[in-house]
């Protein structure tokens, strides 16, 4: 490393840096705190580095500690090449990007100097970007985000909702996992990342019905740099590394194969795990939420749900209600909604009162998503008011009971092949009223005891 002509005389002050830099103290305290964090020597090499850093370089502190900062420009990506170059001109700098394991950051450089001016050494602090703190507990300060088919919708509140994520930001705080259960579309992730999200700590949004077995530990667990089936020579950051200190959100988790469920049991006993291609134990400190739509003690008696693993999630269990029982919410969201419509849309657009009067009496088995779709139906097809022959239902929900066979003429029975396509048409019904309800095609195919492909290809049938 090479300095400035005019600094190369601080160097000798090395011997003059504070006491405390050298303690073994000091690095418990910088372990302490939430930023990823270096102690960087006046030669460039770092003497001392966090957990946290570790996770937002991805980078394990034997790569790290005793090696110049500028070696692992390639490695973490450009913003180092910027800190390295402040730290060779001996000058503060404070940047921000992304880093090349994804995650957002400002970072700042800090000279640490004696008393009389020499620079003895380099402060490096890391923070991740984009997250956000709890409010101050009280009715006013939660807020409940919809979920939309076309995006979020903005925040709405309602006091059961206040109480319900207070209930369960306890219970989470006091290290409890926590599990949240309702019907589909009752806006169950918006719930978990209000509560999960405090704190300033990291929220990890799993969705476990777009991981194979295959794919489950390279995704849970990351990749290894430099390791056989690391492809990109920087290694990936697995879900559990990355909600360290935080929160990680199992979306779904019974989507979840015998054998994710297994190895996911595996790691929630010990809270420690490897990265693929690595044997090096690693802990992660996480808190557990959970969620899905389906009926776990049922799943768990029928044998397709671990019950070790039913227990670890749901220590405690809160429902969320259905929109229909939730009419306080509903004229929220209605409002909400058409706001969000009527953004640039010429005439705005009004609700007659037969079209409000559909809405409350409606049962909405969609919950949120399907009161979303209704409302952007009924924007679309109205001028400037929407009137109850606008109010039209999906239709996959709109068939609240089975098609019936007409009754044959005087007892004789019908042709073979009205009988098929009679076969045909309830079975596909059945597909379309499962997956519903279930939230997904896996899922439903899971309900019904079938394969994927099997219904896929049923649904499919005829179009």
């Excluded at 409940?144 to 994520?165: D, I, N, W, Y």
């Amino acid at each position: 490393m090479k300095f400035y002509a005019n600094e190369v005389a601080s160097l000798s002050h090395r011997r003059l840096r504070p006491s405390f830099v050298d303690d073994p103290q000091f690095g418990t305290f910088l372990e302490a705190l939430p930023d990823g964090v270096a102690l960087i020597e006046a030669d460039g090499k770092i003497k001392l580095a966090n957990n946290r850093l570790e996770i937002l370089l991805n980078l394990a502190r034997g790569d790290l500690v005793g090696s110049e900062l500028g070696k692992h420009v390639k490695t973490a990506g450009p913003i180092i090449q910027k800190l390295w170059a402040a730290l060779q001109q001996l000058k503060r700098v404070e940047v921000s990007g992304a880093l090349n394991s994804q995650r957002n950051v400002v970072a700042s450089l800090s000279i640490l100097r004696t008393a009389d001016g020499g620079a003895y050494g380099a402060l490096l602090v890391m923070r991740e970007v984009g997250r956000h703190h709890r409010a101050p507990d009280g009715p006013d300060n939660f807020r409940f985000e919809t979920e939309a088919e076309g995006g979020r919708t903005g925040f709405v509140k309602s006091p059961a909702l206040v109480a319900l994520a207070a209930k369960a930001c306890l219970a989470l705080d006091r290290g409890a996992s926590v599990l949240l259960t309702g019907e589909t579309g009752t806006g169950k992730t918006e719930l978990a990342r209000m509560i999960g999200k405090g704190n300033d700590a990291a929220f990890v949004h799993v969705r476990c019905g777009m991981l194979s077995d295959d794919q489950f530990e390279a995704e849970m667990f990351g990749i290894e740099p430099g390791s056989p089936l690391d492809t990109s020579t920087r290694g990936k950051l697995g879900y559990v590394e990355a909600a360290d200190s935080g929160v990680l959100f199992l979306d779904q988790v019974t989507d979840l194969s015998p054998t994710a469920q297994s190895k996911l049991v595996a790691f929630l006993e010990t809270q420690t795990y490897s990265r693929v291609g690595s044997v090096q134990r690693r802990q992660a400190r996480i808190r557990l939420v959970a969620a899905t739509n389906e009926n776990l003690p049922a799943l768990v008696e029928k044998g397709t749900f671990r019950s070790d693993l039913y227990y670890r999630i749901a220590v405690m269990t809160f429902e969320q209600p259905a929109l229909r029982d939730q009419p306080e919410l509903l004229d929220l969201l209605v409002e909400q909604n058409l706001r969000r419509l009527n953004i640039g849309r010429k005439p705005q657009l009004r609700l007659s009162a037969e079209f409000i009067e559909r809405i409350r009496t409606y049962r909405f088995p969609g919950n949120i998503r399907e009161l979303a779709n209704i409302l952007q139906r009924a924007a679309a097809a109205a001028d400037d008011v929407a009137r109850a022959e606008h109010f039209i239902a999906p239709s996959v929900m709109e068939n609240p009971d089975p098609p019936v066979r007409p009754a044959a003429n005087q007892g004789e029975p019908a042709a073979a092949a009205g009988f098929k396509e009679l076969v045909q048409a309830f079975e596909t019904w059945l597909l379309e009223k499962s997956i519903a309800e279930n939230g997904s095609k896996r899922s439903a195919a899971k309900a019904l005891g079938i394969d994927i492909a099997t219904l896929v290809r049923k649904t499919k049938r005829g179009r």
